[in-house]
């Protein structure tokens, strides 16, 4: 039995790679955000043969990034996959004394997820877990607006 240590969004994750039983060879991981840092899982993402890494509708985006312990917008981008579009970003800003908040919006395939967290720090000294602000997601959804500009003659 060989294990292999790898680190991965601040967590330890040990991989046990090669277990035998019956002849037969078992790959068995313990850690949620492995699949998109190894690039053999990555593959098998792209083909769809692991569900719901290909195309993420929102109930599960939300699921992902609120059963994480993030601070950031940054932390959020590490592991919402390459395929999920972020459409806007640096919504609702809110600024505080030594950091502001935003909201970035992605585009799934069944709807949007807006996701709120730090996402400019204003001292030199802090980091994104000094700000007590947690990374949330939740449901949003697409407003049409309309304006008007002058006309070229």
Known sequence: MEF????YSNKDVVINRFMRFNKK????????NIINAWDELKELAKKKEIKGYSKMKKEELIELINNEYLYSIWDAEEIIPKEVKCVATDLEIDRHRWYSTCVNVYACEDGYVGVFGVNDLYSEGMDCSDCDCHCKASEYEEV???TYKPKKV
């Open 144 to 146: 049409t607006t309309i």
């Open 4 to 7: 292999y240590y790898t680190k």
């Open 25 to 32: 060879e078992y790959l068995i991981v313990d850690g949620y």
